[in-house]
């Protein structure tokens, strides 16, 4: 069964940082373009970041650029969202997702019904 193992999740003050890891079971990632979402209380699922097949694409939310860095480590078959200067609004569960594609570059994905597989969600709270 295809599935994600995420962790990473937990509460942290504002302007702190927390690293998701998303690991991949079952299937090789790199075949796979990979994309991270989250979703707050009583709010869509909404995009935050993807990466392409390659790795050589990505693309952010507006509201994340320049904290948010998402990465993949081929070895580990583990993607990871590096999340800094988090705020409250940053507050939600987040799922990893992946599908698999063809092309290494091809711009990635950041509609969730493009996705196939998904981590079942890790909270994040950034609360004082």
């Known amino acids: 069964q295809l599935q994600f193992v995420e962790s990473g999740g937990g509460l942290v003050q504002p302007g702190g940082s927390l690293r998701l890891s998303c690991t991949a079971s079952?299937?090789?990632?790199?075949?796979?373009?990979t994309g991270w979402f989250r979703q707050a209380p009583g709010k869509g699922r909404e995009a935050v970041s993807c990466l392409s097949r390659g790795g050589g694409r990505s693309n952010y939310a507006d509201s994340v650029k320049d904290r948010f860095s998402m990465s993949r480590d081929s070895n580990k078959n583990t993607v990871y969202l590096q999340m800094n200067s988090l705020k409250p609004e940053d507050t939600a569960v987040y799922y990893c997702a992946a599908v698999p594609v063809s092309n290494l570059d091809d711009l990635c994905r950041t509609r969730p019904y493009e996705y196939k597989v998904w981590g079942r969600g890790t909270q994040v709270t950034v609360s004082s």
């Open positions: 079952a299937f090789a990632l790199d075949y796979y373009a």
